[in-house]
């Protein structure tokens, strides 16, 4: 029996990347390799489009796109993705301001854990951690004791 305060996470299939800079499309894969998620790369701003809309399924159900890359006109073929009936998130990496496309944009500097936290409410609920279970708690009292 589930615990009435349990939060519940739709599970993710995969997440879609899209950079034409191999270091922001490396720091994607990068930050995201520790979710456990499939992620898959597209090469070009056409594919992100297949993968999203005419490809069988499953689709991926994230889409991370560094908006500084595309030109704004392919940007906005982001709607056509919408009212095709794709309802991911897309998350935004770079300065552009395009925030009516955008569930989220992570502006840079861009660093280690942005994408994982961005990506929170859509992760899978996992158990302890390594650390957690090699871990113990202490009376702080007995340690005073012991110290003098």
Not at 28 to 37: A, K
Request: glycine share 6%.
């Amino acid at each position: 029996m589930r615990h009435p305060n349990t939060i519940l996470r739709q599970a993710l299939s995969s997440v879609l990347i899209y950079s034409p800079e191999a270091y922001i499309q490396q720091w994607m894969e990068h930050d995201l390799l520790e979710t456990g998620l499939p992620i898959q790369c597209a090469k070009r701003f056409d594919g992100v489009l297949a993968a999203l809309v005419t490809d069988p399924p499953p689709r991926p159900q994230v889409l991370v796109i560094d908006i500084d890359a595309p030109k704004l006109a392919e940007i906005a073929r982001l709607v056509d993705v919408r009212c095709a009936g794709w309802r991911g998130k897309i998350i935004g990496v770079g300065e552009r301001r395009v925030d009516l496309l955008l569930d989220q944009r992570i502006e840079p500097p861009f660093r280690t854990g942005d994408l994982r936290a961005a990506l929170l409410d859509r992760l899978p609920v996992r158990g302890k951690t390594v650390h957690q279970h090699r871990t113990r708690p202490i009376d702080i009292s007995s340690l005073r004791d012991q110290l003098g």
